[in-house]
């Protein structure tokens, strides 16, 4: 039996292809706000002159556009739907199984940024107002306290006292302004089919000008934990770190932050994360995909619990940001 989502896939592909060609498909990833599907068929892919690409020629899966020459398909249900040339025998993963791929997936967005340089910033739109503003993501996260229009807040309300309590320890992003990808979770790579080099950047949604040690911080809070966000146990792991602030520095070069802006970097994703993820448990998650009723508190309870050991481990993690 075909579920819904899947069927809103082939009716995507078949926008994409013009035709009812034999195809299968399965589903790759599911994120917290996408969903990816492998479609196999016969159709010949074309590929998309967008504003970034010519810039990063190489570094990114070649989009296609529809046969009535659009970038995406809209569905019925109003739902979004892209597709990309697949990249062949290749790997992906939510989360590193070495140190290696750790400095292959920094090297790969810090190149990124680099391939980026020369693009002017204002021929750049903003695809989803607020997204990595701390201010904003603050604002938000008052307006749920405010309204607690699901009446979550009365059993939640330690989590809600603590972050109000430690936003104070939360520095602000340093270093040089670039082009980021914004959005580097481990998974918006794709390593060859020995899962040692990287072969495209996904997921360009969220490209934007931002200080670039940003990205720095969003991979490593992600990649360089062994636990999931929402495990208030999870320990960084140093060698990780290390690994990723090698290879980041090795793809962007000269334009690499210092490691102060690197820790920063990664304090200031993590505790944003606990606010976006506690507003949205408040505002009824509406944001991030949820398994469970509770899951969006325990990824805050876990990200405020990665937020105190980055700053108690402060030393160790600047000199692995070296």
């Known amino acids: 039996m075909v579920d819904e989502a899947s069927a809103a ?28 599907y492998v479609v196999e068929s016969e159709g010949a892919p074309i590929a998309n002159a967008e504003v970034i690409e010519p810039f990063v020629r190489g570094r990114v899966a070649a989009r ?26 290749s790997r992906n993963m939510d989360l590193p199984e070495s140190s290696t791929q750790c400095f292959a997936a920094g090297a790969a967005f810090g190149g990124f940024q680099a391939a980026l340089e020369d693009l002017p910033p204002d021929q750049l739109r903003i695809s989803i107002k607020g997204f990595q503003d701390f201010k904003a993501v603050l604002g938000q996260f008052d307006l749920a306290i405010k309204s607690d229009s699901y009446g979550r807040l009365s059993s939640s309300s330690h989590v809600a006292n603590e972050l109000l ?34 072969i495209a950047v996904l997921d360009l949604d969220t490209v934007m000008w931002h200080r670039r040690a940003l990205d720095f911080g969003d991979l490593v809070r992600a990649g360089a934990v062994h636990g999931g966000e929402d495990d208030v146990d999870a320990e960084i792991d ?8 090698a290879g980041f520095r090795d793809g962007i070069g000269a334009l690499a932050p210092k490691s102060q802006a690197l820790f920063d970097a990664l304090l200031h994703v993590t505790f944003m994360l606990a606010l976006r993820f506690y507003s949205d448990h408040l505002h009824g998650d509406v944001y991030f995909h949820i398994e469970a ?12 619990a990665l937020f105190k050991q980055l700053v108690r481990r402060r030393v160790e993690l600047l000199e692995a940001c070296k």
Request: charged share 20%; aromatic share 8%; net charge positive.
């Open 238 to 245: 140093l060698e990780r770190v290390s690994a990723f602030a």
């Open 9 to 36: 896939c082939a009716g995507a592909w078949r926008a994409f292809t013009g035709s009812s060609e034999s195809h299968t498909l399965r589903r790759l990833l599911r994120g917290h706000i996408h969903e990816s």
């Open 293 to 304: 009723p509770e899951d969006n508190l325990r990824r805050a309870q876990g990200q405020l």
């Open 64 to 89: 296609m556009l529809t046969k009535s020459n659009e970038p995406c398909v809209i569905d019925a249900a109003g739902e979004f739907w892209r597709a990309y040339a697949h990249l062949g025998a």
């Open 165 to 198: 309590a430690r936003k104070g320890q939360v520095p602000a992003l340093s270093g040089p302004f670039g082009i980021v990808h914004g959005d580097c979770k481990f998974n918006n790579i794709q390593f060859d089919a020995s899962g040692e080099r990287v």
